[in-house]
């Protein structure tokens, strides 16, 4: 049957009561509360007694007495005297409230921590992530917890930071993906590894940083080895003796689920092996296509964007792999993310992270500011089966930056960059500009340059002339005046030109505003 530890139950009663206790031994667990009077008879020492009858503590009892005690008394009244063969084994509760409403408040305590044990069972039993597991097995630790394997590379973290995390340990965590070993003082390195292969469930330390915050470290273990642990700093709140039990409860939560997600990491790199062939160009029949993502429960045809953040470092080793991997899911949990070519590829459908989404900016801003990495979007594709092109477009942009780099480059945004990037790399641009188009431009007269805007307005519009002049905000007479002027300087007739020259004198407009 579950208990709940003592130290829990003392963190747990609410700020309106005054407490006074004397306990030094935090290893006793009770099933549930009841109340005690001295008509009781049955006694269980694994349930918590609550009284109001002081006097309970002096009598001769002609059966077992309870195990552990909670006594109720008025605020100023006569000091409570407890034996010592009590003092380690009551609870004092100083308050004004009617007995059977405190009573009701240490079941609310059992209840509340039962539904919390209850839930993160169910989410094992029904295969949850580990992820979701663990954020919602977190809610009652006052600081956040990180997960990390046997390497110290941070696979996961949840929790608040209510105070400023700034020259602390979890800067570095959260910003480069796992435990900087020049954090730790050697010796508490070596510490730490040999209590975690002694099998130890709880290890306290210091580390450099600011030796006023300490640290927690929880191996983990599956099937008696040790697979990773989880750590915590006290940023948030001191560390109390719930605390560490709690954090041990959460430990045995991931162990009990991480059988599921051992095994999902053994089929990561079969998937991998697919998705570089298709980077890589290679044809991939539609069975395999279907197969590959009839077990992610996605289609061929829909909508995605490839994501490319090549990676700061000139040689990346495996740990910072993938800690960027970690913390990449983090905001794209439903994308296929993989290392390739020195970046950290993620493809994902625009149905789970729309890069035109303000939130989903935002997200990935702070992600990229935090972990000091730029990101180049595809435009959108329809087949999963076209990462190569959509891959193309990533390193095009990455070749051919902005003179400014910014740290989100899309493809629908950059693409005319990239093509007078490579034009110029052929020949100097003006040399792709029709001459008079060119000319017009560079006289500087704001007349000319009005012409050359109004024809580009006009190619885009498909040579519409009441949309031209509705997107410019001019009389239609206006502009076709307009036209008939730049018809007579460029001495052709607008309404009669095939595509090539189309094309030409847009292009011809979009190189000289460029310039």
């Not at 206790?21 to 006694?43: A, W, Y």
């Not at 590959?292 to 995605?304: A, V």
């Not at 990037?421 to 007269?445: D, M, R, T």
């Amino acid at each position: 049957m579950k208990s709940m530890n003592i130290s829990i139950i003392l963190d747990w009663i609410p700020d309106r009561y005054r407490v006074y206790h004397n306990i030094t031994n935090f290893g006793q667990s009770f099933h549930h509360v009841r109340m005690l009077d001295d008509l009781s008879e049955k006694m269980d020492e694994y349930f918590l007694y609550l009284t109001k009858e002081a006097s309970l503590f002096d009598m001769e009892w002609s059966i077992r007495q309870p195990l552990f005690m909670v006594l109720c008394v008025k605020p100023g009244s006569k000091e409570v005297q407890i034996s010592p063969s009590w003092s380690e084994h009551v609870i004092i509760l100083y308050t004004d409230e009617p007995f059977h409403k405190v009573f009701g408040t240490f079941l609310d305590i059992f209840d509340q921590y039962y539904t919390w044990y209850d839930q993160c069972m169910k989410m094992i039993i029904e295969n949850k992530e580990i992820s979701e597991i663990l954020d919602y097995a977190a809610i009652f630790l006052c600081n956040p917890i990180a997960l990390f394997d046997p390497t110290g590379k941070l696979l996961y973290y949840t929790g608040k930071f209510q105070e400023e995390i700034q020259g602390t340990l979890w800067e570095e965590v959260i910003n480069f993906g796992f435990t900087p070993t020049e954090s730790i003082y050697p010796d508490e390195h070596r510490r730490i590894m040999q209590e975690i292969h002694s099998g130890n469930p709880l290890i306290p330390s210091t580390f450099r940083q600011n030796p006023a915050y300490h640290s927690l470290t929880a191996p983990l273990y599956f099937e008696g080895k040790n697979f990773g642990a989880f750590g915590t700093t006290d940023v948030n709140g001191p560390f109390t003796e719930a605390q560490k039990v709690l954090i041990l409860e959460v430990a045995y939560f991931t162990e009990l689920a991480m059988n599921r997600q051992l095994q999902a990491s053994i089929l990561q790199d079969e998937e991998n092996y697919y998705v570089i062939r298709l980077l890589q160009g290679y044809p991939a029949d539609e069975l395999s296509t279907s197969y590959y993502l009839k077990g992610r429960n996605y289609i061929n045809e829909d909508t995605w964007y490839l994501y490319q953040f090549p990676l700061p470092e000139s040689d990346a080793s495996d740990t910072r792999q993938s800690a960027y991997i970690h913390q990449i899911k983090r905001i794209l949990p439903q994308a296929v993310v993989l290392y390739f070519e020195h970046s950290v590829i993620a493809v994902c459908r625009i149905r789970d992270f729309d890069p035109a989404h303000e939130k989903s900016l935002v997200k990935l801003e702070e992600l990229l500011k935090r972990s000091f990495l730029n990101v180049y979007i595809s435009a959108c594709f329809f087949k999963f089966t076209d990462l190569s092109i959509a891959y193309g477009q990533c390193k095009l942009m990455k070749a051919y930056p902005f003179g400014r780099q910014k740290r989100i480059q899309r493809f629908d945004e950059s693409f005319p960059h990239v093509l007078y990037a490579i034009l110029k790399e052929k020949n100097a641009l003006p040399g792709f500009c029709h001459p008079v188009i060119l000319s017009l431009w560079q006289s500087h007269g704001e007349q000319n340059i009005t012409l050359i805007h109004n024809l580009k307005c006009y190619l885009i519009n498909g040579r519409n002339i009441a949309e031209t002049a509705r997107s410019l905000h001019l009389h239609r007479n206006t502009f076709i005046y307009r036209l008939r002027k730049i018809e007579d300087c460029l001495h052709i007739s607008l309404d009669n030109l095939d595509e090539n020259m189309l094309l030409y004198l847009l292009i011809s407009c979009f190189i000289c505003e460029t310039l």
